[in-house]
């Protein structure tokens, strides 16, 4: 990982894709998608409209469930 700003790691893209692949983040996606779908999609939409401000908003969100926080940890090993 590279340098930390915004309170995020900075990732390489073989980094990111890497992490994306991972069962756990497969994981989380299915359950953002099946517990909040709606929510979901509009942070893929501010992303795409390069609204990074609201896109951390959302997600920051979504991810308050026990649920997407054990996921999280199982990607930070």
């Not at 890497?18 to 983040?25: C, I, N």
């Not at 940890?73 to 090993?77: A, F, N, T, Y």
């Given at each position: 990982?590279?340098?930390?700003?915004?309170?995020?790691?900075?990732?390489?893209?073989?980094?990111?894709?890497?992490?994306?692949?991972?069962?756990?983040?497969?994981?989380?996606?299915?359950?953002?998608?099946?517990?909040?779908?709606?929510?979901?999609?509009?942070?893929?939409?501010?992303?795409?409209s390069?609204?990074?401000?609201?896109?951390?908003?959302?997600?920051?969100?979504?991810?308050?469930?026990?649920?997407?926080?054990?996921?999280l940890?199982?990607?930070?090993?």
């Open positions: 990982m590279r340098k930390k700003t915004d309170g995020f790691q900075e990732f390489s893209m073989e980094q990111a894709a890497a992490l994306s692949k991972s069962a756990a983040a497969k994981e989380l996606y299915a359950l953002l998608q099946r517990t909040n779908s709606d929510q979901l999609r509009t942070a893929m939409e501010q992303a795409s390069g609204n990074y401000a609201g896109v951390k908003e959302t997600m920051q969100q979504l991810m308050n469930s026990p649920q997407a926080q054990e996921l940890k199982k990607l930070q090993e």
